[in-house]
């Protein structure tokens, strides 16, 4: 029985509390997993209720919309909340809930503008967990388990343990916090007053909870209070209890491990897809990979290469920011370009970044292409025309391009860190193995040496290479596995809940 096929008997009503969903709000991979996964969990007999914000950005044209609570008081520290409450219907199985609030809510952007943060991200997200608990109540809801994603909804295990452990439609709920990303910027640290405002006990501000260095923690208080915790890869989960890794939050993360799980993100496959991608020159399979030549030639075209068949084309689909290793690319590039190989990146982000990609081109006419911004087109061209697909991180908790990567035949050439470590087989002819590149050291000399490596790889050993890009586009990382791994992450949270009290 396969995976699409799979059937659960023991049906279970999750809501999915998330800051970013698509197709309606994204920013990152934690909009994939709220958006996707309640879909894939859909289908296996579940019933999932996505809440999230209603931001001035999403656009419901084509949503048959239904105003469910209208108005809904939110009890807040220095008062009550007023919002609204819509909602629509994805799929049988699936329905979301917007939480319409415009003081909060109605801005240009999600969580900043112009680069800055808004400087009322906490109130903004505490109001918005505690407004998903009351819409629990108000809809007469009695979930199972409300899985929460990052700091943003990590405030919500609290709420029910201390507001709702002897509710009739609330007191057995379990929660889950998936932890997405967890270094500086992704706690959701906050001044004192947000703790005013949350109307948590006092008792929850303490130095095992939600009290950070005198500021609010609201991951902090997420990994003390939720019934489960889990990382989007196994490697990030354990890299996340280290002190180098861990975001200041390593001992609090080693003190739940025994509720500390690990689960990749899926791929959503009928998008990425090489045998029936419309935005790509030819299609191809395992099976027949000349297309994958069309391909190239026609991203080369693109981006203004020498069309070279012989070259080892390295792509880079990223944002631009310190994270990504970015900036290890601009030191590394220039001995691998003069041994032959060729190189094009679509991205956008850090102006210093973008602007010193921008300017490769000029230094290596025919051998080097760029685009600065975002196309979704070009950024599957790549994935389809290039033979090497580059990421550097510094970290990753799991990443999806190297997923789409290795369905297209681009062997991914990876930091082993976090889910790259976790998805990509290195490199090893002697034994016939391997579906990419690895290196461990976070530098330029190092990823240097792993591109020399790989480009000599495709030269010297075009079998074995071929060989590699096989075998990766028979990798699957299926959202339906995913769900089935997140389902008995729901059944444990929901048993440990019952003997909490």
């Not at 917007?98 to 997200?125: A, H, K, L, P, T």
């Not at 916090?177 to 640290?189: M, P, R, S, V």
């Not at 005013?196 to 501000?205: F, H, I, V």
């Not at 950070?212 to 209070?225: C, P, Q, T």
Request: hydrophobic share 40%; glycine share 10%.
């Amino acid at each position: 029985m396969t995976n699409a096929d799979y059937k659960t008997d023991n049906p279970l009503h999750i809501v999915m509390a998330a800051s970013e969903a698509v197709p309606f709000a994204k920013c990152g991979g934690l909009g994939d997993v709220a958006g996707i996964l309640p879909s894939a969990l859909a289908k296996m007999g579940h019933h999932v209720t996505l809440m999230m914000p209603l931001y001035a950005t999403i656009d419901l044209a084509g949503y048959e919309l239904h105003s469910l609570i209208e108005p809904m008081g939110v009890p807040m520290g220095n008062g009550t909340k007023w919002c609204r409450l819509l909602g629509t219907t994805i799929e049988p199985g699936f329905d979301v809930c917007f939480v319409e609030q415009n003081d909060f809510f109605n801005r240009s952007g999600i969580y900043d503008e112009n680069g800055q943060g808004y400087r009322d991200n906490g109130s903004r997200y505490l109001f918005f967990s505690r407004a998903v608990v009351q819409a629990c109540l108000d809809l007469n809801m009695s979930p199972d388990v409300i899985h929460c994603h990052d700091w943003m909804t990590s405030s919500i295990p609290a709420y029910l343990k201390y507001f709702m452990t002897d509710n009739p439609l609330l007191g057995d709920t379990g929660s889950l916090l998936t932890i997405h990303n967890i270094g500086g910027g992704y706690q959701g640290i906050c001044g004192k007053g947000a703790f005013d405002y949350s109307g948590l006990p006092w008792e929850a501000y303490s130095g095992s909870v939600f009290e950070d260095n005198g500021s609010v923690n609201l991951l902090k208080g997420g990994i003390a209070m939720a019934d489960i915790i889990n990382a989007v890869s196994p490697t990030f989960a354990h890299e996340i209890t280290q002190p180098a890794t861990g975001g200041g939050l390593d001992h609090f993360l080693r003190m739940r491990g025994h509720d500390l799980h690990g689960v990749l993100n899926g791929v959503d496959y009928e998008s990425w897809n090489p045998e029936i991608d419309k935005f790509i020159a030819a299609n191809y399979s395992a099976d027949n990979m000349a297309g994958k030549h069309v391909c190239k030639s026609d991203l080369q075209a693109e981006f203004g290469l020498d069309q070279d068949p012989h070259a080892p084309l390295m792509g880079v689909v990223s944002r631009m920011n310190g994270q990504k290793g970015l900036d290890y690319i601009l030191e590394a590039l220039d001995p691998v370009i003069e041994m032959g190989a060729q190189f094009v990146i679509l991205g956008t982000g850090d102006k210093a970044l973008e602007s010193a990609f921008m300017k490769l081109p000029g230094h290596y006419p025919g051998r080097v292409g760029s685009y600065i911004g975002f196309d979704n087109g070009k950024a599957h061209r790549i994935e389809a025309g290039s033979d090497i697909f580059l990421m550097p991180s510094r970290w990753e908790p799991c990443g999806l391009n190297q997923l789409y990567s290795l369905r297209y035949g681009t062997l991914p050439l990876v930091r082993a860190t976090g889910g790259l470590d976790d998805t990509v087989i290195n490199s090893n002819p002697a034994q016939g193995e391997g579906t990419g590149f690895k290196y461990k050291e976070s530098s330029s000399a190092a990823l240097s040496d792993t591109m020399i490596w790989a480009a000599r790889t495709y030269w010297e050993l075009p079998e074995h290479f071929q060989s590699m890009q096989r075998r990766a586009m028979e990798q699957r990382f299926t959202w339906e596995h995913s769900a089935r791994s997140y389902e008995k992450l729901y059944n444990w949270a929901k048993a440990k809940r019952a003997h909490w009290r």
